[in-house]
């Protein structure tokens, strides 16, 4: 079974500053990771996926994350955080087209002034 | 990209009344789809799984008669929450083809 661990439920950073959102999975077959947004009553927007090939992967608004199997890792990052981030970001793992997807218990973004 | 539309984004009902809420893939054809529930300030979890044309499959601790879901179309899933109380007042959001997992925008459910 898959399972996905986001350390930190709540994370603060100033405006500008480097945002790091961490993620560990636990998968027995090669996973797909996801990172979704999602903002006060809305659903949820897919920021980048994993699927396989490059460990690198860049999303929308700036975000970018790094697969790393030896760490079982899929941490989240953005260089310079805006206002406009805040929100809850969720870490999620499936293991294929059509699969269910597990989601982590989610991280609350704030950002400050 | 592929758009997933949820029906009612918000809908109260009086308790022990039904309540069903749709999810339309728009521009794709979904043999699955997945229906989720959010608590306030929690994760989403996944209730069941959504067959065209067979049974859905439900997760351990979802009641099956209280949410019936049905899976017509290869376009749209339905979840009825039967004899609504209040603890089903929830965040119930659908996704659409697990690959890629297009979310619909969700449903607040309010039961009075």
């Known amino acids: 079974a898959q399972s996905v661990t986001q350390l930190g439920s709540h994370v603060s950073v100033s405006e500008g500053a480097l945002v790091l959102l961490r993620c560990n999975y636990s998968?027995?077959?090669?996973?797909?990771l996801f990172w979704y947004v999602q903002y006060p009553n809305q659903g949820l927007q897919l920021l980048l996926k994993?699927?396989?090939?490059?460990?690198l992967v860049k999303g929308i608004n700036g975000f970018e994350a790094e697969f790393k199997k030896s760490e079982t890792s899929f941490h989240l990052t953005k260089p310079s955080a805006h206002m406009s981030d805040a929100a809850e970001y969720f870490c999620?793992?499936?293991?294929?087209?059509?699969?269910?997807?597990?989601f982590g218990k989610g991280t609350r973004l704030h950002i400050l002034p | 990209g592929a758009v997933v539309s949820q029906h009612p984004s918000r809908v109260i009902c009086k308790s022990g009344t039904s309540v069903k809420i749709e999810c339309r893939s728009l521009?794709?054809?979904?043999?699955?789809m997945f229906w989720y529930r959010q608590f306030p300030k929690k994760s989403l979890m996944l209730m069941a799984t959504?067959?065209?044309?067979?049974?859905?499959?439900?997760e351990q601790g979802v009641e099956k008669d209280k949410f019936l879901i049905n899976h017509a179309s290869l376009t749209l899933s339905t979840l009825t929450v039967t004899s609504a109380h209040p603890e089903d007042s929830s965040f119930y959001i659908c996704?659409?083809?697990?690959?890629?997992?297009?979310f619909g925008q969700g449903t607040r459910l309010t039961v009075v």
């Open positions: 994993y699927t396989t090939g490059a460990t």
């Open positions: 959504s067959n065209e044309g067979s049974k859905a499959t439900y």
């Open positions: 999620a793992v499936s293991v294929g087209r059509d699969d269910k997807i597990i």
């Open positions: 998968s027995s077959v090669p996973p797909y």
């Open positions: 996704s659409a083809s697990g690959f890629e997992a297009f």
């Open positions: 521009d794709f054809q979904a043999t699955t």
